[in-house]
């Protein structure tokens, strides 16, 4: 979402950090190119005048002048304004009220509206443990209600009955009435959309609030509409008074605009941001985080409870005990990539690591994308049971065989079989025994130092979803003291990151099914 952002503002700031001593007329110059590319990304123009005069207030000061390393100074300045501009801490779904509580998602047609409902019902349901029930309020759209129900059954959430002919009021005094009768913590109205703002659409949603009283009211806005979106959450803010606004489509290639400015111009936090179009691809938003991203600065948190999330702790733990005895076949292989892919592929997993973002060029010039782990899967996938657990078995007429039944090449499976023996090799080190053996170091990593159970470890991934703001924030900090993007690696190994994405050393991640880094590409120092 943020990528022509954060490819500007990276060259824009990365001109100052090389800089000895900044004067007035570098930093006003800078604040010029930021300023245009905040335009550009669809940035509203209030929110882009508010954000250059705070920075260029600050930036100008005494402090900048006398400090060690001025051009980082500018940097740390408009990160802490783009944190302030997103909204200082992360504000999630409030549920502190009395059973049901009641909310109401509102929004233009064709936002999203249904399909976050079903969304959210299955994150309060599997994440907070809440009984919920999801109600459709839209007797307009064809087959809305229809919708609905058929998420709830794809999720396991309740809905309510379809009763022919009640109007949406209607409809919300029975669907609280029956969340009252049936137990659930929550009830969560979908109400119906236009393709534009209009007089009877907002008498309508003021009606409904008026009915059923809900304590939380949320604005689903696309994330691509740039600009208009603004005018559409002013709009809803002013006349039905939302409390909070959950953004779609963050994984399109839009500018951007739209999440900085929405907050800034409503006051209202960003709860939620939609990343995909699966029933899982909704996450809680942190705006250091995404401060981070833009800045080309990793997120290296949402990295590991993304971990947490996929990485299954039995299967890591199992084939921890196979790694420490040496042993990693084609199998094992191909649940490291599949672990990887949940994790969001490459771009996903690269986007979340520091500096890695002004690599995503040279990784396309130099062919190298998400296709080649789908082409290594369909390898293995083409191999019999045998062939897969003992791979020297695969000589030329197996090769040609597998080759055939996979479509690829000779070439394609004698690289697989050489990046497989690397990372067999390295595993083989890593199970040594003794005080000094790598593995042992691993488990005890940077875990061990804040206390949550060997953070690379055996299955050891820390519980984030039980984690304060502020224990997640000392683990940022934690993890960049470790050296992440710094020449330290990610956690890696069983049990954390797949594959042992572990090592930058060399600038790049020796990730699954690329040997030992990403060839041909230059290295960085430390």
């Given at each position: ?21 900044l ?45 060690i ?81 058929q ?23 029975r669907?609280?009435?029956?969340a ?72 399109g ?45 990793g997120?290296?948190?949402s ?24 042993k ?17 592929g ?8 520091p ?51 996979s ?51 055996m ?11 502020k ?7 934690q ?48």
């Open positions: 979402m943020f990528e022509s952002l954060q490819e500007r503002l990276g060259s824009i700031l990365n001109g100052l950090t090389g800089r000895g001593a004067s007035d007329a570098d930093v006003a110059a800078a604040l010029r190119e930021v300023r245009r590319a905040l335009i550009e990304a669809d940035v509203s123009l209030d929110v882009v005048r508010s954000f250059t005069d705070k920075v260029r207030a600050k930036a100008v000061g005494a402090d900048i002048v006398k400090s390393k001025p051009g980082q100074m500018v940097v740390k300045i408009v990160h802490d304004e783009l944190v302030d501009m997103l909204g200082a801490e992360g504000v999630t779904i409030d549920l502190n009220a009395p059973a049901p509580v009641v909310i109401m998602m509102v929004g233009l047609q064709g936002s999203g509206k249904t399909t976050t409902t079903g969304k959210i019902g299955k994150r309060l349901t599997e994440r907070s443990r809440k009984k919920v029930l999801l109600a459709s309020l839209d007797t307009r759209r064809p087959a809305a209600q229809e919708q609905l129900r998420l709830g059954v794809q999720t396991g959430v309740d809905t309510l009955p379809v009763i022919a002919g009640q109007t949406p009021v209607e409809i919300a005094a669907a609280v009435q029956a009252k009768l049936g137990g659930h913590d929550v009830v969560i109205l979908d109400t119906a959309g236009r393709t534009h703002i209009d007089e009877p659409l907002m008498l309508e949603m003021a009606d409904i609030k008026k009915k059923a009283n809900p304590h939380e009211i949320l604005l689903v806005a696309d994330a691509l509409t740039g600009q208009d979106a603004v005018n559409l959450a002013r709009s809803f803010d002013e006349r039905v008074g939302i409390t909070g606004l959950v953004l779609t489509r963050m994984d290639d839009g500018r951007g605009g739209a999440a900085l400015s929405m907050r800034a111009v409503t006051g209202k936090p960003i709860k939620l941001i939609a990343t995909g179009e699966k029933m899982d691809a909704l996450e809680e938003f942190y705006p250091r985080r995404i401060a981070d991203r833009i800045l080309g600065m997120d290296i948190v990295l590991v409870e993304k971990a947490a999330e996929n990485i299954d702790a039995e299967k890591a733990a199992a084939m921890a005990k196979k790694m420490q005895s040496g990693f076949d084609l199998n094992d292989l191909a649940d490291q990539i599949g672990q990887m892919q949940k994790m969001g490459m771009g996903g997993i690269m986007g979340m690591m500096g890695m973002g002004k690599m995503k060029d040279q990784m396309a010039a130099a062919g190298l994308d998400d296709s080649i782990f789908k082409r290594q899967l369909a390898i293995i996938s083409s191999m019999t049971k045998a062939e897969r657990s003992n791979p020297d078995m695969l000589k030329h007429s197996r090769k040609q065989r597998i080759a055939k039944g479509g690829t090449n000779a070439a394609d499976i004698n690289k697989l079989l050489k990046m497989h023996r690397q990372m067999a090799d390295m595993m083989k080190a890593m199970g040594g025994k003794g005080k000094g053996g790598m593995m042992k170091q691993m488990m005890g990593g940077l875990g061990a130092k804040m206390g949550l159970g060997g953070l690379g470890g299955g050891g991934m820390p519980d984030l979803s039980k984690m304060d703001p224990q997640l924030e000392a683990l940022q900090k993890a960049e003291a470790a050296g992440f993007g710094k020449g330290g690696g990610l956690p890696g190994g069983p049990g954390g990151l797949p594959g042992g994405l572990g090592g930058l050393g060399g600038g790049m991640p020796r990730l699954p099914g690329l040997g030992g880094g990403l060839p041909g590409l230059p290295k960085k120092k430390g």
